[in-house]
């Protein structure tokens, strides 16, 4: 069963342009959506998150935007450079006894081309 | 800032081996996790612990135990090793977001 969807699994755009991610998820009870940016043989790193009470979050280059009503969340990557060519995951997470429970999506592998 | 620290990075085992992946946190974290991450599957979880001194079966726990040695290491043991076990497996500890370890590369053959 799998909670969260992710597309794109694979991405390829040129320097300069705007990726874009999508992420779907089923349970209403997720009240945490982070993003995490993996590079090759290293884990995974947090890179933004956004909660349920907010439409849109930036920082830097990285936007997240929320539909709340759509169950759909993206992530979206201004002037993309080549050092962002990464496999990103998009996840949800509950609170639940007082740790966070996270399910996480497939991955999207973005190469951003010179 | 040492983080989350994983020990080995990579092992080869023979089918029916057995063998601990290690773990250690300084970031006082109360909560830690074991993925395995396997292509085209993203992380999946195999074990957590909410606090030290307890442990709970995630979404793929058969074939694997673990130990909440105390707060800062959580260990993730095969008994009897499987091919089906070749994976990437990371580490994890949490406040509100996870923070992983760099990963062990396992390969069963």
């Known amino acids: 069963q799998q909670q969260v969807k992710q597309s794109p699994q694979s991405l390829i755009v040129q320097k300069g342009g705007i990726p874009i991610i999508n992420c779907a998820y089923e349970n209403t009870a997720f009240d945490y959506f982070p993003w995490y940016q993996q590079f090759p043989g290293k884990g995974p790193a947090l890179l933004i998150a956004?909660?349920?009470?907010?439409s849109e979050k930036k920082e830097g280059r990285f936007t997240i935007s929320f539909n709340k009503s759509a169950k759909q969340f993206s992530l979206h990557i201004m002037d993309s450079q080549p050092g962002d060519s990464a496999t990103y995951f998009c996840a949800a997470g509950l609170d639940s006894g007082g740790y966070q429970k996270v399910t996480f999506g497939t991955g999207t592998k973005l190469q951003v081309i010179p | 800032n040492a983080g989350v620290t994983q020990t080995p990075k990579f092992q080869v085992l023979k089918t029916g081996q057995s063998m601990t992946l290690q773990c250690a946190q300084d970031?006082?974290?109360?909560?830690m996790y074991w993925y395995r991450q396997d292509p085209g599957m993203g992380l999946r979880l195999i074990y957590y612990?909410?606090?030290?001194?307890?442990?709970d079966k995630g979404e793929v726990p058969n074939g694997y135990n673990v130990s909440r040695l105390n707060k800062r290491e959580f260990s993730l043991r095969l008994e009897s090793a499987a091919p089906s076990q070749t994976s990437v497996y990371f580490c994890?500890?949490?406040?509100?977001?996870?923070?992983f370890g760099q990963g062990t590369r396992l390969t069963v053959v």
């Open positions: 970031m006082n974290h109360n909560s």
């Open positions: 956004i909660r349920p009470d907010v």
């Open positions: 612990s909410a606090s030290e001194g307890t442990t």
């Open positions: 994890a500890s949490s406040d509100r977001s996870a923070f």
